[in-house]
């Protein structure tokens, strides 16, 4: 279970060996009209390539945030360290769970890349006391799977409206008595 407290705060900046986690930024849309411009990207979501003017409007509404005070977005734009964009990765996060999302731009994939994301932004949920992470995945999203059986994700057996199988990561026990977020005068 997410934990009220921690659930409002602000997307963090994160780096791992290869990349940069940037919180998204409006600007972003220029450079990420062309990673998402791929129409084999949106094979097993649904969906078509954004134009720059749908993109601009779409991370506009992102920046802002959930309109729902019991929901937060967290949007990172997924860099390798020498700068360029290469995809994203997004929680949602309620009381109840994140519900996270990764995408990787066709040239950079089967590099691990996805992997390495998304193990980064899950970690940054547990420290803000994220306990529940779901993933929704087409049955038939075998690139998908991988990633979330290599993050430690289990298919939970059922379905959501759209089809898709709600895999799901326990990120610490609910029991386990950790502080609602890492306090940065605690030692
Ligand atoms: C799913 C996606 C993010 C994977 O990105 P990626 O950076 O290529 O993934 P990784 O390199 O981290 O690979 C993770 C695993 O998937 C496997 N994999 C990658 N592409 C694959 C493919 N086309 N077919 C089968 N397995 C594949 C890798 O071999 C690896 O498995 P392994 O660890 O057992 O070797 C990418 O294909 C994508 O963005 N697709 C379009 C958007 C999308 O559908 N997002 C998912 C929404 S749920």
Same mark, same amino acid.
């Given at each position: 279970?997410?934990?009220?407290?921690?659930?409002? &705060?602000?997307? /963090? =900046?994160?780096?791992?060996?290869?990349?940069?986690? %940037?919180?998204?930024?409006?600007?972003? +849309?220029? $450079?990420?009209?062309?990673?998402?411009?791929?129409?084999?990207?949106?094979?097993?979501?649904?969906?078509?390539?954004?134009?720059?003017?749908?993109?601009?409007?779409?991370?506009?509404?992102?920046?802002?945030?959930?309109?729902?005070?019991?929901?937060?977005?967290h949007n990172?734009?997924?860099?390798?360290?020498?700068?360029?964009?290469?995809?994203f990765v997004q929680a949602?996060? &309620?009381?109840? /769970? =994140?519900?996270v999302a990764?995408?990787?731009?066709? %040239?950079?994939?089967?590099?691990?890349? +996805?992997? $390495?994301?998304?193990?980064?932004?899950?970690?940054?949920?547990?420290?803000?006391?994220?306990?529940?992470?779901?993933?929704?995945?087409?049955?038939?999203?075998?690139?998908?799977?991988?990633?979330?059986?290599?993050?430690?994700?289990?298919?939970?057996?059922?379905?959501?409206?759209?089809?898709?199988?709600?895999?799901?990561?326990?990120?610490?026990?609910?029991?386990?008595?950790?502080?609602?977020?890492?306090?940065?005068?605690?030692?």
């Amino acid at each position: 279970m997410a934990m009220l407290g921690s659930m409002h &705060t602000p997307t /963090a =900046g994160l780096k791992t060996a290869r990349l940069l986690l %940037e919180p998204l930024r409006r600007s972003d +849309a220029a $450079e990420m009209v062309g990673v998402l411009g791929s129409a084999d990207l949106y094979r097993y979501t649904g969906g078509t390539p954004p134009t720059l003017p749908e993109l601009e409007r779409r991370y506009a509404i992102q920046t802002v945030g959930s309109t729902n005070p019991d929901e937060v977005w967290h949007n990172w734009i997924v860099r390798r360290r020498s700068g360029g964009a290469i995809g994203f990765v997004q929680a949602t996060v &309620t009381k109840e /769970a =994140g519900d996270v999302a990764w995408l990787i731009g066709i %040239e950079a994939q089967g590099a691990g890349y +996805a992997r $390495e994301a998304a193990a980064a932004m899950i970690g940054w949920l547990a420290s803000c006391g994220v306990g529940q992470v779901r993933a929704h995945i087409h049955p038939d999203h075998v690139a998908s799977r991988r990633v979330a059986e290599g993050l430690g994700f289990a298919s939970s057996g059922m379905r959501d409206d759209d089809g898709e199988d709600i895999w799901t990561l326990t990120t610490r026990r609910p029991s386990e008595n950790l502080p609602d977020h890492p306090s940065p005068t605690r030692p």
